[in-house]
C-alpha cells in the first residue's frame, strides 16, 4: 500500500488483498501503476484483476522485454529478486511527482482499511503543503503481525534505545478553555447572550465582504434595490415551485431571502444548518419585502492560509476515542502502541493529544452495562490511568473529555474536575475542556470531540461527507466557524456569556473522535485529523452499523504538517 501511495495512488480493500496475495506484490503493483487509467485515483479490484490479467496473457513477452534494463534475476520469486524489484522502483523524484499530480483536487482525502496494514491515502488540497504518508505498519504492528512485519517491540528492543527528549524545548499553550468559567444558569436570558455574542463575532468575518444592511433597514429601501444581509440562519423551507426561502436573523429582525433553484448557489442551500452565520447579495422585490439571493458567502478560512509550523523536527500523536472499561478495549493493541512509543522510530514523538473519551462510562446508551468490563467509572480511570504510565514519562500529554466522559455533556465541556484529575496524575497530562485550541510549539491545534459531526453527516446532502470521510464534515465546520452550529438537534449546548464553540482564529490543525472512524484531510490548508478508536465493534455499534477504524494513530510531524497513520495490530 505504501508503494501505492508513493505513486499517487488509493486503492480499495479488496484491491490490496489481491496485489498482497501475488507471489510478487512489488512487481504487481508496478504492473498495476503502469496500466492504471489516466484519469484514475482510486485503483479498485477490478482494475488489479484486469491488469494481472493482461500481464498473465504476454508475460513472456514482457519479461523479455524488461530484462535489459532490471538487475536481477526476474522468473521467480526469491530474495535477490526482491532486491531486484526494490532497485527498480522509481526514484523519490517520480514518487514526488506522481502524488504531486494526484494533489489537484479542493480538499484532501484519506482513510484507514483495517485488513492486512493497508490504507487509502488520497487527494491532496492544491494549494497545501502537509502530506499524508499512509500507513506505517513496521515496528509499529504487533508481535505476529501481517504482512510479514517484524516484531521490533520486545523487551530486548526496548532496552536497546534510550529516549533522549530535550524536554525544556517543550512549548504547550492553551486557549478557549471553559473549564472555571462557565457562568449560564439555562436560563432565557443566558440562550440570547450566546446567540448574539455568535452573530457578532461571526458576522464580523463577513461584513466586509458584503454592503450589509441591517434587516429593519432593509423594509425601508426601494424595490428593485441592490442589498446584502448578514444574517443567522433561522428557518429554512421550498415554496410550492422548488425555491427555496431562507429567513435571516440579525440583531434587529429577520427578513425572508429567495433562492431559486436554477442558481448555482441553489446547491449551497442543502449545506446549510439552522443557527449558522452567512452573508447573502441580491436584489430586493419590487415590494420590497423580499431579498432575491444573487451570491451566498460563508465565513470559512481564507484560501490562502499559511499555517504556521515548529522550528524543529518533532512529532505529536493525535488519538482519541480509548473506551478503557468497555469489553471491547483494544488493550493488546494499545500496549502494542505503547511499546512503539519506546522506539527509536518513535524518537521524535514527543506529544500525545487525546480527543475525548478516555473510558467507555456508565449509562451513556441502551444497555450498556452489557457491555462493560469494568462497571465503576472511577476504577474505569483508575484502569486508563494505568494505561497512561506505558506511555513514556517524558512525553507531554494534553486530553479534552468526551461524551462517554465523567463530565457535562453539554458543550462546551469543562475539564475533568479535580478527584479524576488526581486519578490520572501519573503524567502531569494537561487536561483542558472541549473544544480547546493547544499550541503545541507554535502549532495551534484546535481539538473539538466531534459530536456535532454526527449532525453534519445526517443533514449533509452528499455521500461524501460521511461516516467513512469524516474529515469532509470537518470541512464543513471549518467553512461555518464554528464547531457545532446546529442548536437543538444531537447536541446538547450549554448557555454562556460567550460561545466558546465560534472558531475566532483559524487553525493550523483541526484534531476530532467521536465517529471511531479515521480521516485525515487538508482544507484550505488546515491539516485535518479525525483519528479512529481504540475499541472494537461493540454490539450497539454493530446496531447502527458502525465499523470502527481501530489502533490508528495519526503521527502528525509538527515541523511540516504531515501525516504518518500508524496502525497497530490487536
Aim: proline residues 5%.
Amino acid at each position: 500500500m505504501r508503494e501505492l501511495t508513493s505513486r499517487g495512488y488509493n486503492a480499495d480493500r479488496d484491491a490490496v488483498t489481491l496485489l498482497a496475495d501475488e507471489p510478487d506484490p512489488a512487481r504487481a503493483v508496478e504492473h498495476v501503476v503502469e496500466h492504471a487509467p489516466a484519469d484514475v485515483l482510486t485503483i479498485s479490484a477490478a482494475q488489479v484483476r484486469e491488469a494481472l490479467d493482461a500481464r498473465d496473457d504476454t508475460e513472456e513477452t514482457a519479461t523479455e522485454g524488461d530484462r535489459s534494463d532490471r538487475p536481477g534475476p526476474s522468473a521467480t520469486p526469491s530474495s535477490e529478486s526482491a532486491e531486484s524489484d526494490e532497485s527498480a522502483s522509481p526514484t523519490a523524484e517520480s514518487a514526488n511527482s506522481a502524488t504531486e499530480s494526484a494533489s489537484a483536487t479542493t480538499n484532501s482525502e484519506s482513510s484507514i482499511s483495517t485488513g492486512r496494514e493497508t490504507t487509502r491515502t488520497g487527494e491532496q488540497d492544491s494549494g497545501s503543503a502537509p502530506e499524508t504518508k499512509g500507513v506505517g505498519g513496521g515496528d509499529g504492528a504487533a508481535p505476529g503481525g501481517s504482512d510479514g512485519v517484524a516484531d521490533a517491540m520486545d523487551a530486548d528492543s526496548i532496552g536497546a534505545f534510550e529516549r533522549a527528549v530535550d524536554e525544556t524545548l517543550h512549548e504547550v499553550s492553551i486557549a478557549n478553555d471553559i473549564t472555571g468559567q462557565s457562568t449560564g444558569t439555562g436560563e432565557y436570558g443566558d440562550f440570547v447572550s450566546v446567540f448574539r455574542d455568535r452573530y457578532d463575532r461571526l458576522s464580523s468575518k463577513l461584513r466586509g465582504r458584503v454592503n450589509h444592511r441591517p434587516t429593519n433597514a432593509l423594509e425601508s429601501m426601494g424595490g428593485g434595490s441592490e442589498a446584502a444581509i448578514v444574517g443567522m440562519v433561522n428557518d429554512i423551507r421550498s415554496t410550492a415551485s422548488g425555491h427555496w426561502l431562507i429567513e435571516l436573523e440579525d440583531t434587529n429582525g429577520v427578513f425572508p431571502a429567495l433562492v431559486m433553484k436554477d442558481r448555482d448557489i441553489a446547491a449551497h442551500v442543502d449545506e446549510l444548518l439552522m443557527d449558522e452565520v452567512i452573508a447573502v447579495e441580491g436584489s430586493l422585490a419590487q415590494d420590497g419585502g423580499i431579498l432575491f439571493v444573487d451570491s451566498m458567502h460563508f465565513p470559512d478560512v481564507p484560501r490562502t492560509y499559511k499555517p504556521n509550523t515548529a522550528d524543529r523536527h518533532v512529532q505529536a500523536a493525535l488519538i482519541s476515542d480509548v473506551h478503557v472499561g468497555s469489553q471491547e478495549f483494544a488493550d493488546y493493541a494499545w500496549e502494542s502502541f505503547a511499546r512503539w512509543l519506546h522506539t527509536e522510530e518513535a524518537e521524535h514523538v514527543e506529544y500525545l493529544l487525546i480527543a475525548g473519551d478516555m473510558v467507555e462510562g456508565v449509562g451513556v446508551y441502551p444497555e450498556q452495562d452489557e457491555e462493560l468490563d469494568i462497571v465503576d467509572i472511577y476504577e474505569q480511570y483508575e484502569a486508563f490511568a494505568e494505561k497512561l504510565k506505558q506511555v513514556p514519562g517524558d512525553m507531554e500529554i494534553v486530553m479534552i473529555p468526551g461524551n462517554h466522559d465523567a463530565v457535562r455533556l453539554a458543550e462546551p465541556q469543562p475539564a475533568f474536575d479535580e478527584e479524576l484529575r488526581d486519578i490520572m496524575s501519573a503524567h502531569d497530562a494537561r487536561i483542558t475542556g472541549n473544544p480547546s485550541t493547544v499550541t503545541v510549539e507554535g502549532v495551534n491545534v484546535l481539538m473539538y470531540h466531534g459530536v456535532s459531526i454526527d449532525e453534519v453527516i445526517a443533514e449533509h446532502p452528499s455521500e461524501s461527507v460521511s461516516y467513512d470521510a469524516p474529515h469532509r464534515a470537518m470541512e464543513q465546520l471549518l467553512k461555518k466557524r464554528h464547531v457545532a452550529p446546529q442548536y437543538g438537534g444531537r447536541l446538547r449546548v450549554a448557555p454562556e456569556e460567550k460561545d466558546y464553540l465560534v472558531i475566532d482564529d483559524v487553525p493550523d490543525v483541526f484534531h476530532t473522535g467521536h465517529v471511531h472512524k479515521l480521516g485525515v484531510g487538508t482544507y484550505n490548508n488546515v491539516r485535518l485529523v479525525n483519528s479512529g478508536c481504540w475499541q472494537e465493534q461493540t454490539a450497539f455499534q454493530k446496531s447502527v452499523n458502525i465499523d470502527p477504524d481501530v489502533a490508528t494513530a495519526p503521527i502528525l510531524d509538527l515541523d511540516t504538517l504531515d501525516v504518518t497513520v500508524r496502525k497497530f495490530e490487536n
